[in-house]
């Protein structure tokens, strides 16, 4: 495949593939060289950039991404362990954001105007 069509495929701007490549994020192993020493993307390059998509979405950061790639491999512990950390990081982000919601609840009960200057009654 082209860049260009991997980059339709998997709803990326080409820059970004690139700079995936440059991170190490895409792998040898998904860019090959046709003889006119052009990039040629192996199939299994748009199922790897779906997962690397989703990680990205579920709050791991490309540091992260790139971490996991370089190990080349997990157990399924280690798997696990993974997962729960970000879910647990997640949690945690989720109750920070329902007290601040709860905040705000509070502030609109107390009917603050801003008329006389934000924060006056």
């Known amino acids: 495949m082209k860049i260009s069509e991997v980059a339709k495929q998997v709803n990326l701007p080409i820059s970004t593939i690139r700079y995936y490549e440059k991170m190490?994020?895409?792998?040898?192993?998904?860019?090959?060289?046709?003889?006119?020493?052009?990039?040629?993307?192996?199939?299994?390059?748009?199922?790897?950039?779906?997962?690397?998509?989703?990680?990205?979405?579920?709050?791991?950061?490309?540091q992260d991404i790139q971490s996991m790639i370089s190990k080349a491999g997990f157990s399924r512990n280690e798997q696990r362990s993974i997962l729960?950390?970000?879910?647990?990081?997640?949690?945690?982000?989720?109750?920070?954001?329902?007290?601040?919601?709860?905040?705000?609840?509070?502030i609109l009960e107390t009917d603050i105007t801003c008329e006389d200057g934000f924060g006056k009654y």
Not at 36 to 55: A, F, P, T, W
Not at 84 to 106: C, F, R
């Open 24 to 62: 190490g994020i895409i792998t040898d192993e998904y860019v090959l060289r046709d003889q006119n020493n052009y990039r040629v993307y192996d199939l299994g390059i748009v199922q790897h950039l779906d997962v690397v998509k989703q990680s990205l979405a579920v709050g791991f950061t490309i």
């Open 84 to 106: 729960q950390d970000k879910i647990s990081e997640i949690e945690e982000i989720q109750k920070k954001l329902e007290h601040a919601k709860q905040n705000l609840y509070d």
